[in-house]
């Protein structure tokens, strides 16, 4: 008889699991999917956060690099009365900038950013630059050989929601010992217009991060260029 009751006892060990040990079995394999789940949610995280970084950079040196190759390739045509430079201070049609001074380039046609019907390329487009506190960097354009150029606003076109400001960069060319002045708003002639830097600085912030980019601004002179 109790070689009987040893047997069933054997049996019932090796047949199967008591109520704690399955209990505890499903407890510490609940943590471990927890602590598995948490870990590749941290995972996805800070790589979320690093591909964002990475993204915005990106965006900072394509919208510099834009911005640079228009300034290098706009139209050497002389605005009417104004400076002999290819980028110059001007005011732009329509009631809301008729008395605002933007920097202005000329394109010999428009580049794919910005948007016209039907794929066209707009000739001599002429293109400013404008920077709202709240929405970012615009580029304001419209043909010259438009019937309305001088009365009707320009086209407003979105570059960069991440740009907050641009910082103007001044070097006095006839003195040699002369340094770089940085200022927040242009300068301006004893007569009041704003004089043309020779720099240009866009100021970009996305989530605590700052990048600035320079961008060369090119001139008509004697001498050896400024780089």
């Known amino acids: 008889m109790r070689g009987l009751v040893h047997r069933r006892s054997a049996r019932r060990s090796k047949g199967g699991f008591t109520l704690i040990e399955v209990m505890f079995a499903v407890f510490m394999g609940a943590t471990l999917l927890v602590a598995a789940t948490t870990f590749v949610f941290a995972l996805g995280e800070l790589w979320g956060k690093g591909a964002n970084v990475w993204l915005f950079q990106k965006h900072v040196r394509g919208v510099s690099r834009f911005l640079e190759e228009s ?3 706009s139209g050497w045509r002389l605005p009417q009365g104004e400076s002999e430079t290819p980028v110059y201070w001007s005011t732009r049609g329509g009631r809301t900038y008729q008395n605002t001074e933007l920097l202005t380039f000329e394109l010999d046609e428009s580049p794919g950013v910005l ?8 000739p001599f487009v002429v293109c400013s630059l404008e920077v709202d506190d709240e929405e970012g960097l615009y580029l304001l354009w419209r043909s010259r050989l438009e019937d309305d150029f001088e009365e009707e ?4 076109t979105l570059i960069s929601p991440f740009v907050t400001g641009i910082n103007y960069y001044y070097l006095d060319t006839e003195d040699e010992d002369a340094e770089w002045e940085v200022e927040e708003d242009p300068e301006r002639e004893a007569s009041g217009e704003f004089v043309l830097p020779q720099r240009i600085e866009l100021v970009f912030e996305y989530e605590g991060n700052t990048e600035k980019r320079q961008i060369p601004l090119p001139t008509l002179f004697d001498g050896v260029p400024i780089f």
């Open 153 to 156: 606003e320009p086209r407003k």
């Open 115 to 122: 948007v016209w019907p039907d794929d066209l390329r707009l």
């Open 71 to 73: 300034f290098q390739t």
